[in-house]
């Protein structure tokens, strides 16, 4: 049964950093494209970033363009979310997903299996 869990968020003031970590278990990761997906409450669940099986391809949404990163480790079975010069409109709920759909896709319908979230706060 796969599973994917998400580590590492917490409070941070504007401007700090912040990595996420996403574990994932019980089935090929290297078969699976990944993303980190957001939520505040009351809106839609929204797209941050994907990369593909290899980590080959990787697309970011405009908004943290520049300043969030994602990668992955197909030996170790996990993807991470660096995070710099994080702003108050960041804090989310940030959730993992892994996609079985062949090509990347940011739509989060593709993303078959989902960790319970992390939370990151971003305030002075």
């Known amino acids: 049964q796969v599973q994917v869990r998400e580590s590492g968020g917490g409070l941070v003031q504007p401007g700090d950093s912040l990595k996420l970590s996403c574990a994932f278990s019980?089935?090929?990761?290297?078969?699976?494209?990944m993303g980190w997906f957001r939520q505040v409450p009351e809106k839609e669940r929204e797209y941050v970033a994907v990369?593909?099986?290899?980590?080959?391809?990787?697309y970011s949404t405009d908004v943290v363009k520049g300043r969030f990163t994602i990668s992955r480790d197909n030996a170790k079975n996990t993807v991470e979310l660096q995070m710099n010069s994080l702003e108050p409109e960041d804090t989310a709920v940030y959730y993992c997903?892994?996609?079985?759909?062949?090509?990347?896709?940011?739509?989060?319908?593709?993303?078959?299996?989902w960790g319970q979230g992390t939370q990151v706060t971003v305030s002075s």
């Open positions: 019980g089935g090929i990761f290297r078969s699976v494209n």
């Open positions: 997903a892994a996609a079985q759909r062949r090509e990347l896709t940011a739509d989060l319908r593709d993303y078959t299996y």
């Open positions: 990369i593909s099986r290899n980590g080959g391809m990787m």
